[in-house]
Structures are given as C-alpha cells and as structure tokens.
T-cell receptor
Framework: GESVGLHLPTLSVQEGDNSIINCAYSNSASDYFIWYKQESGKGPQFIIDIRSNMDKRQGQRVTVLLNKTVKHLSLQIAATQPGDSAVYFCAEKTSGSRLTFGEGTQLTVNP | GAVVSQHPSWVICKSGTSVKIECRSLDFQATTMFWYRQFPKQSLMLMAT?????????EQGVEKDKFLINHASLTLSTLTVTSAHPEDSSFYIC?????????????FGPGTRLTVL
C-alpha cells in the first residue's frame, strides 16, 4: 500500500554541522511533499514543501531535494543549532487532500 | 499568518465521560480540517477529514459514533470523544487547509493532550 518511510529513526549532530534527514515514499503518483518539525508536546510546524515538478527548493537554512526516479526526499539543515532538535516528519499528499506521514526522525543537536 | 489554535491544550477526564476539543483557524478560512491522533514516539495517524457544512469522512478503523466531528463554520471544527476510556488517552492534533492560497498545505494546531482515568 501507500507508505512514506524514513531511513533513520535518530540522528545526532554537532552544533554548526549540516544535517540531512531522508525519506522514501512509495506512491509515484504523489505530487506534493511537506517537511514538518515537531517539538515535544507541540503540534507539527511547517518547514518547507516541494511539488513534483521541482527537484530542489530552498528556504532559510533548509533545502528540500526530491528525486522522483528513486522516490526519495531529503531535508538538509545548514549550520544546525540546538533549537533544531526535534522530530522531523515528511508527509506526502496522497488521494485528494490527505497527507500520509512518515515515521519521523529524532534530530539531536549536541553543543 | 496561517495560525491554528486548539482548546483545551490538555484535559483529564473520568472513564465514560465525553470530551470536546475545538480547532480554530484564526486568520484564514479553512474549507477542510483534519483530525489526527498521535501516540508517544509514533507518527501522526489521520482519523478523519471534515469539510465545512458536510459530514466528516472517517479513516478505516475509526469509529464515527465514538469520535464525533462537527465543522459548522469555515473557522471551527470540533472533535467530541464520547464515552472516553483509558485507551483513548492520546495527543489529538487538528490541521486546517487554506481554501485559497497554498491550498495543499496543512497548518497544524498545538495539539490537545487527553488523559482518561
């Protein structure tokens, strides 16, 4: 069935390093993807999105890459800061307006 | 912009009682709202999709008579957990889709922590 998954459940980086969080999706018909950040006890916060007609999109300190050939999505965070510590979810728009979420990656930034 | 609020932020209730959770879009009109449930260290699971003025569409395995959803206006949706039991304890999160710009993006509320004793 449709699924969105992540390769690594946890990621630990040093402050100032770049972080890369990966996501695999299985529905080749998906045309819209979103990355969310969720801090403990809070709702998901929109970070960046990308449509399937693009392969790269940049925001402030974040870049999303989309490789439709291998159905892979990644989130790159530049100069990672302690405040970036959170769980990161990728989400895929499947049928209609529904979003299917991946399992999440816990990012820990060490000072 | 695109702010979604939820009330209450947490609630503790006795088994067998009903609890209502409100979700509001504060600065945009939400033609569609979504309700998710999240257990500790797990991902978000979609429970239902609600469109203003019509009945909600429930995901497979979600009891519509237990989780009552009302989307009476373009800025308010409510989720009522009826006859709550301890296994209903969870983090309930709503999201709203802006019917105008960026129509595919969902903006999430801060969540409601429900504990059923």
């Amino acid at each position: 069935g449709e699924s969105v998954g992540l390769h690594l459940p946890t990621l630990s980086v040093q402050e100032g390093d770049n972080s890369i969080i990966n996501c695999a999706y299985s529905n080749s018909a998906s045309d819209y993807f979103i990355w969310y950040k969720q801090e403990s006890g809070k709702g998901p916060q929109f970070i960046i999105d990308i449509r399937s007609n693009m392969d790269k999109r940049q925001g402030q300190r974040v870049t999303v890459l989309l490789n439709k050939t291998v159905k892979h999505l990644s989130l790159q965070i530049a100069a990672t800061q302690p405040g970036d510590s959170a769980v990161y979810f990728c989400a895929e728009k499947t049928s209609g307006s529904r979003l299917t979420f991946g399992e999440g990656t816990q990012l820990t930034v060490n000072p | 912009g695109a702010v979604v609020s939820q009330h209450p932020s947490w609630v503790i209730c006795k088994s067998g009682t009903s609890v209502k959770i409100e979700c509001r879009s504060l600065d945009f009109q939400a033609t569609t709202m979504f309700w998710y449930r999240q257990f500790p260290k797990q991902s978000l699971m979609l429970m239902a999709t609600s469109n203003e003025g019509s009945k909600a569409t429930y995901e497979q395995g979600v009891e519509k008579d237990k989780f009552l959803i009302n989307h009476a206006s373009l800025t308010l949706s409510t989720l009522t957990v009826t006859s709550a039991h301890p296994e209903d304890s969870s983090f309930y999160i709503c999201s709203a889709r802006d019917g105008g710009r960026a129509a595919d993006t969902q903006y999430f509320g801060p969540g409601t922590r429900l504990t059923v004793l």
